[in-house]
């Protein structure tokens, strides 16, 4: 079994940061792209940024030059690095990726639990 695992949200001031981690684990032939997505109440699901498996990048607008994805393909994990957060960065962060796993020898979608970021004072 495939699963992704999140960590490092939280409750953040204005203006603070964090730094979400998402590690994929289980019978894993290859991993392509990997995203970050999150969801606000009473809101749809957004995309806030993807890496490929060569490392390009791509944000949503309202993130871009304050947050920043990377990943380490031996480890299997993905990172999003969240600055200058504002109040309506608020939402729970979803990892994402694309996944060739060994028991289903096939392509597919597989996403983390999701983690809670607040930003308050």
């Known amino acids: 079994q495939v699963q992704l695992v999140e960590s490092g949200g939280g409750l953040v001031q204005p203006g603070g940061s964090l730094r979400l981690s998402c590690a994929a684990s289980?019978?894993?032939?290859?991993?392509?792209?990997m995203d970050w997505y999150r969801q606000a109440p009473g809101k749809e699901r957004e995309l806030v940024a993807t890496i490929t498996s060569t490392s390009s990048t791509n944000y949503a607008d309202s993130v871009k030059g304050r947050f920043s994805i990377s990943r380490d393909n031996a480890k299997n994990t993905v990172t999003l690095q969240m600055n200058s957060l504002k109040p309506e960065d608020t939402a729970v962060y979803y990892c994402g990726a694309e996944i060739f796993a060994r028991s289903t020898m096939s392509w597919n979608k597989y996403w983390g639990q999701g983690t809670q970021v607040t930003v308050s004072s």
């Open positions: 289980g019978s894993i032939f290859g991993i392509n792209t």
